[in-house]
T-cell receptor, first 113, second 116 residues
Framework: GENVEQHPSTLSVQEGDSAVIKCTYS??????FPWYKQELGKRPQLIID?????GEKKDQRIAVTLNKTAKHFSLHITETQPEDSAVYFC????????????FGAGTRLAVHP | GAGVSQSPSNKVTEKGKDVELRCDPI?????LYWYRQSLGQGLEFLIY????????KSGLPSDRFSAERTGGSVSTLTIQRTQQEDSAVYLC??????????????FGEGSRLTVL
């Protein structure tokens, strides 16, 4: 089955700096890679996702990159703000009728003013 | 309803008791998931329902755990003979999960289980 490794487990940055979170997956059949953000005491919510037919996707200050050969994908947050502080989860799965998602262990991001 | 609804929001039970956790997915969502989140930990996959297909139970940690989904809608996660290590937040999520869909999961608020 799919296994997703996520690093680092904690990340502390100064406001305005960039943050990068990396994940690797094991199942080469996976073709869907979302990222979820969980603020303290709240439910996880999707912030961005990428499919295997593209290598990069951007949405304002966040971007995801995917290297299918290496089975590696990353989340990049630029110009970080205190409200970016949260736990971020990557996930991998197969989208197309059967959409089981396996999540990484999460990265706790702290953005200091 | 507007979102995924879970009940109870909090449950405190004694070791050895059985508990039932309920999930009401978003109407029309064919896929339903249960995940477990222990304190400060990640989202551990438990079980996945997709339409009328047999559920994927590969994440259930022991035979004390079981889940049903009646009529393709409401799901109940049952934990028998609870142990202290079962203490966690149990999150339910639903998804459209159709071919052209993003596959976004919509999570409930979770049921926090504490086993004394």
């Amino acid at each position: 089955g799919e296994n997703v490794e996520q690093h680092p487990s904690t990340l502390s940055v100064q406001e305005g700096d960039s943050a990068v979170i990396k994940c690797t997956y094991s199942d080469s059949a996976s073709n869907y890679f979302p990222w979820y953000k969980q603020e303290l005491g709240k439910r996880p919510q999707l912030i961005i996702d990428i499919r295997s037919n593209v290598g990069e996707k951007k949405d304002q200050r966040i971007a995801v990159t995917l290297n299918k050969t290496a089975k590696h994908f990353s989340l990049h947050i630029t110009e970080t703000q205190p409200e970016d502080s949260a736990v971020y989860f990557c996930a991998a799965g197969y989208s197309g009728g059967y959409n089981k998602l396996i999540f990484g262990a999460g990265t706790r991001l702290a953005v200091h003013p | 309803g507007a979102g995924v609804s879970q009940s109870p929001s909090n449950k405190v039970t004694e070791k050895g008791k059985d508990v039932e956790l309920r999930c009401d997915p978003i109407s029309g969502h064919t896929a339903l998931y249960w995940y477990r989140q222990s304190l400060g930990q990640g989202l551990e996959f438990l079980i996945y329902f997709q339409g009328n297909s047999a559920p994927d139970k590969s994440g259930l940690p022991s035979d004390r755990f079981s889940a049903e989904r009646t009529g393709g809608s409401v799901s109940t996660l049952t934990i028998q003979r609870t142990q202290q290590e079962d203490s966690a937040v149990y999150l339910c999520a639903s998804s459209l999960a159709r071919l052209a869909n993003t596959g976004e999961l919509f999570f409930g608020e979770g049921s926090r289980l504490t086993v004394l």
